[in-house]
């Protein structure tokens, strides 16, 4: 379990199945921080969700603004000491939903793209530089790095096929496009974790098509999910967006994530 004197930060907080484990998160009593380019939105969502204002207030630091302002980001990922020695603590985990709003085009090769197609592989670029500035700025930080769990997607494994044959061109042709920048953000994190890295550690999660919302009362359960590796996929059509962040919650913040360090993990019903 994670140290109450520590906190989980998250980026993409308004997104589903983050929001979704920010819930579970403050429902265990932790302490989380979080970025947010409208922070009344994310606070509508979590009372919405059953979370109210005292809780908000005793366990969550809301921080107003985007995955390209890396003041921000360098304060969702700290926590200053109230005291007279001015130092900084990092977040134990940090957790990482970030992504755009998909957008029609006139294109038979690739119909859809999202707003910033880019976005995923900015976010993380941003997150590792606040860290390294934060590490050169207080070098005793450095030996407490955060972990990093990533919300990526099926069909971007090099390794083996994870989505169902009927879903193939949807993905590989369809989604080309952000499917391209969950890659690069995957080879962000995985390149910039462990000895000499931003990350102490990474779990990468790749979800099959996402239904649903948020709402932790709609989905059907984490525990009842198919959950396989890379080499190894649970190959399916759909999961619940709420199923995954709970997953999230049970499997890496809830017990620190270091048993699955280093893992692509898909996840679907």
């Not at 922070?39 to 366990?59: E, N, R, S």
Request: glycine share 10%.
């Amino acid at each position: 379990m994670t140290s109450p004197t520590t906190h989980i930060a998250f980026f993409g907080a308004t997104g589903g199945c983050t929001n979704a484990c920010l819930v579970h998160t403050l429902n265990a009593g932790l302490h989380a921080t979080a970025l947010a380019r409208t922070p009344t939105k994310l606070v509508d969502m979590l009372h919405a969700q059953g979370i109210t204002q005292d809780v908000i207030d005793a366990q969550l630091t809301i921080f107003k603004g985007d995955i390209s302002d890396i003041h921000a980001i360098k304060d969702t990922l700290t926590n200053h000491d109230a005291g007279t020695t001015g130092a900084v603590t990092l977040a134990s985990q940090i957790i990482s939903g970030i992504g755009g709003t998909p957008q029609m085009q006139m294109s038979l090769r690739r119909p859809v793209t999202i707003d910033n197609p880019e976005i995923c592989a900015t976010a993380t670029t941003n997150i590792i530089k606040a860290l390294q500035e934060i590490y050169k700025a207080q070098p005793s930080t450095a030996l407490h790095k955060p972990s990093i769990t990533v919300i990526s997607t099926t069909g971007v494994s090099d390794v083996k096929e994870d989505v169902p044959f009927a879903f193939r061109i949807l993905y590989h042709v369809v989604l080309a496009d952000p499917h391209k920048d969950k890659k690069e953000m995957e080879r962000l994190v995985t390149e910039n974790t462990g000895n000499g890295g931003a990350f102490r550690g990474a779990v990468i999660i790749r979800p099959s098509l996402l239904m649903g919302d948020q709402s932790v009362k709609e989905g059907q359960g984490w525990e009842k999910l198919r959950v396989g590796r890379e080499d190894e996929p649970a190959v399916g059509y759909t999961v619940h967006r709420a199923d995954v962040g709970q997953w999230i919650f049970e499997q890496v913040v809830k017990t620190g994530g270091e048993a699955r360090f280093g893992q692509r993990i898909t996840l679907t019903n």
